[in-house]
Each structure stands twice: as C-alpha cells, then as structure tokens.
C-alpha cells in the first residue's frame, strides 16, 4: 500500500477565477492584470492546469509509483521554494 499526498499551488480552477474577480474588483484592475501579478509570482510563470494536477494523480495511482510511498508532492511550479 502506498499513501503519498499531492499539495496543489495554484492551478487555473473556477475557484481561482473567482479570487483573481476579487482581487481585480478591489483593487480597480483588470481581470487580465491580477491574473497577470498573481502568475509572476510563481517561478514557472504561470498557473498549473487541471491536466497537470490529474496526471500527477494518475502516476502516483499507477503500478510505475508502487515504490514511491509517504511524499507530499507539491505541484506549485516552485511557488513554495521561491519563499524560502
């Protein structure tokens, strides 16, 4: 048995639209400008997919990651290395 975790940075979801709406209405900007400001933060320069996140899935749900057991895998684009 194995049990590994995936931990998602940012990834381009409804849910982030809806953040990025926020930020956009409150900070008087375009939708395109805090999308825009949130991407540069992250090293990769751009949000992850949903189809990045599902094969990350999917490997770890395979026979080819049976020996890969207890990893927290960060799928952030090296969001969380660039702060530290």
Do not use: K
């Not at 684009?77 to 702060?83: E, H, I, K, S, Y």
């Amino acid at each position: 048995m194995t049990i590994n975790n995936l931990l998602p940075g940012i990834h381009a979801t409804d849910r982030a639209d809806a953040l990025d709406r926020g930020v956009a209405e409150a900070r008087g900007i375009t939708l395109a400008e805090a999308r825009a400001e949130r991407a540069a933060t992250i090293p990769a320069g751009r949000y992850g997919t949903p189809a990045e996140f599902g094969a990350a899935c999917a490997f770890l749900c395979s026979r080819h990651a049976g020996f890969i057991v207890g990893q927290n895998v960060l799928l952030d684009g090296g969001a969380v290395n660039a702060t530290m």
